[in-house]
């Protein structure tokens, strides 16, 4: 069964540093997500990306984040420096239409920054 | 303000009794509605998809519920199994299409 992968699985990084969390979604899917989880807390949407453009981002994604789907394979989320509390688990989606169709989500990065 | 409820409180059930979870919101005009199943350390996995025009959506033994005038949505699981045991989470469109936002869960434990 196809699945959405993502790597690393976990990620320690020191404060201010710039990191990159890699996905390779569903091969025929065209919409892509980012969203994150913070321990104990609620799954929030970061970022949409159809078309090679941004759909929609949220409040949380600041200047700090970027997305990119380089290679028409990968999708990443880079987040330039750092902060304490960007730590939480990042789980990519993908999908074959918008929001309203069936979202396939990743196993997920766990960012730890220290 | 815009909200999504999902009690917070763990449900526990017997085997073989039918859990029944809530999702209640305010503020928000839905087109559809889905249910996530989510195991810790893991992403959410896909359940269920309901759209506003829909009372009601059975999968095996699930079966959601839509209500747009009470702004509800009921999760039933009939037979309850231990390996149901999760949090399931609600998530529903604010009408973009773009994005999903996530209740924060209901944690299911299904004991023999």
């Known amino acids: 069964e196809p699945e959405v992968t993502q790597t690393p699985s976990h990620q320690v990084t020191q404060m201010g540093q710039e990191v990159i969390l890699r996905c390779v979604p569903i091969s025929n899917h065209l919409y892509f997500y980012w969203y994150r989880q913070i321990l104990g807390q609620k799954v929030e949407f970061l970022v949409s990306?159809?078309?090679?453009?941004?759909?929609?981002k949220s409040e949380i994604f600041d200047d700090q984040f970027s997305v990119e789907r380089p290679d028409g394979s990968n999708f990443t989320l880079k987040i330039r420096s750092t902060k304490l509390e960007d730590s939480a688990m990042y789980f990519c989606?993908?999908?074959?239409?918008?929001?309203?169709?069936?979202?396939?989500f990743g196993q997920g990065t766990r960012l730890t920054v220290v | 303000s815009q909200k999504i409820e999902q009690n917070s409180e763990a449900l526990n059930i017997q085997e073989g009794k039918t859990a029944t979870l809530t999702c209640n919101y305010t503020n928000y005009s839905p087109a559809y509605l889905q249910w996530y199943r989510q195991d810790p350390g893991r992403g959410p996995v896909f359940l269920l998809l309901?759209?506003?025009?829909?009372k009601e959506k059975r999968k095996e033994r699930l079966k959601v519920t839509f209500d747009t005038t009470l702004k509800q949505s009921l999760f039933h699981i009939t037979a309850s199994q231990p390996a149901d045991s999760a949090t399931y989470l609600c998530?529903?469109?604010?009408?973009?299409?773009?994005?999903?936002?996530f209740g924060t869960g209901t944690r299911l434990q299904v004991t023999l």
């Open positions: 990306f159809y078309n090679n453009e941004i759909s929609e």
């Open positions: 989606a993908s999908a074959t239409g918008p929001m309203n169709t069936e979202a396939f």
């Open positions: 998530a529903l469109d604010d009408g973009t299409a773009s994005k999903l936002t």
């Open positions: 309901i759209r506003e025009n829909e």
